[in-house]
């Protein structure tokens, strides 16, 4: 025999006659006015539903030619799109360290308070491991003789200008960041125009 | 009418003629890319497909808009369609394509409670024209606390209870519909049902007088 728990769960299949003991859910029914006053209340919600009209479409769905070319256009550009996203976030990452290594650079450089010395190496480090090339050396020297006038005399924080740029790699780097960056920004624009 | 043709069973040994019944025919004919042919599906069911959509989203213009989304993915995919019935598949791909819009209107809401009501001056939405205005007055009202009780619900509820409960599918079609078994499409359906009946329990006063009770 059925107890006085109660059978909410099952109301809603009961309510449809797809209820696995249906004759159990009625046996409780009988004895249990909350139930029965909520099987009334769901079978008011699906009458209800049931009064809601079948509307009719506001024009025909049909498709043609020109619908499915601009859908396979719209398809093509958004795979091209997320390529220029692609190469834009690279693009962006790229300049991140570029920019990043330059200042980090600066200010380990700049932390001993000897910019002359933090030049010296950078200048070493730009000379050809042979001898055979004294005059680009020579000439790198003169360059970052010439950059360090530019750098007020008796700077007393210490921190001196960059040069890390000066450095081919990175002049290589952040160029094509630039451009890969104004190109994709270009293009997105167009497409989204 | 019917539309019969003969085509080759599988076994290799004898050809059975088997009589296609006319969707099958369309379905095969725009599986070989007859345009043609799938806008007769389209017509035959469009009326179901944008009645779901409109009453998943609410608003007339998402569900022109998720219709038309659901008859172009069905034309592109159709050489995929297998075994199921095509209203089920189709149904299918509809609901699909308003959880994608109803995705973007939770990231982008801009449609008040207003915009998802029945439009009183829409003459689409009076399907009888024998009705009395006191009754019509009566339907727009219930209707348009329906369409808010119905937004009230998580998708997968409201998509459950509009397929069995406005459009009066079976538990099996639901269940194929929405890619579930028939134990989820019960329990969904009777929890859509049960937070219906608190949703407008909550707001009797509102009701037509014969619903009160």
Redesign the interface.
């Known amino acids: 025999m059925m107890t006085m728990q109660h059978v909410t769960d099952e109301l809603s299949d009961y309510l449809d006659g797809a209820a696995e003991s249906p004759s159990a859910i009625e046996a409780h029914l009988s004895r249990c006015s909350d139930c029965r006053n909520e099987l009334a209340d769901l079978r008011q919600v699906v009458q209800m539903l049931g009064t809601l009209p079948e509307l009719a479409p506001p024009k025909n769905f049909f498709i043609d030619d020109l619908m499915l070319a601009r859908r396979r256009r719209a398809r093509r550009n958004q795979g091209v799109g997320w390529i220029v996203r692609s190469i834009g976030a690279a693009a962006a990452v790229l300049m991140m360290f570029a920019v990043g290594g330059d200042v980090a650079g600066t200010f380990v450089n700049g932390a001993g308070g000897n910019p002359s010395a933090a030049n010296a190496l950078k200048v070493d480090q730009l000379k050809p491991q042979s001898a055979a090339a004294p005059v680009s050396s020579e000439a790198v020297s003169s360059r970052s003789a010439a950059a360090d006038t530019s750098t007020p005399a008796g700077n007393p924080s210490g921190f001196v200008e960059s040069r890390a740029f000066d450095s081919l790699p990175f002049r290589v780097a952040e160029g094509g960041a630039l451009v890969l960056l104004l190109a994709s920004g270009g293009a997105l624009y167009y497409l989204r125009r | 009418m019917s539309f019969d043709k003969e085509v080759s069973a599988t076994s290799p040994s004898q050809t059975v003629p088997v009589t296609l019944t006319e969707e099958e025919s369309l379905i095969l004919r725009s599986q070989a890319g007859e345009?043609d042919a799938?806008?007769q599906l389209?017509?035959k069911y469009?009326?179901q497909?944008?009645?779901l959509a409109?009453?998943m989203l609410g608003d007339?213009e998402m569900a022109?808009d998720a219709?038309?989304e659901a008859?172009?993915n069905a034309?592109?995919h159709i050489d995929r369609f297998r075994g199921s019935t095509l209203k089920t598949w189709l149904l299918r791909i509809t609901a699909n394509a308003c959880y994608d819009l109803l995705r973007v209107r939770q990231r982008r809401p801009t449609a008040s409670l207003d915009d998802l009501m029945e439009d009183p001056d829409d003459p689409?939405?009076f399907?009888?024209k024998d009705e009395t205005p006191e009754d019509a007055a009566l339907?727009r009202e219930?209707?348009g606390l329906?369409?808010q009780s119905l937004d009230s619900l998580p998708s997968d509820q409201k998509l459950v209870?509009v397929l069995?409960?406005?459009q009066?599918m079976s538990?099996e079609e639901i269940a194929e519909v929405t890619n579930s078994n028939l134990g989820t499409v019960?329990s969904r359906?009777?929890r859509a049902?049960?937070k219906?009946?608190d949703w407008?329990?909550d707001r009797r006063e509102l009701l037509p007088r014969e619903?009160r009770s």
């Open positions: 345009l799938f806008n389209v017509e469009q009326s497909v944008y009645n409109r009453r007339p022109a219709s038309q008859f172009l034309y592109e689409k939405d399907p009888d339907r219930l209707g329906l369409v209870v069995s409960d406005v009066g538990y019960k359906l009777s049902r049960s219906l009946r407008l329990s619903y």
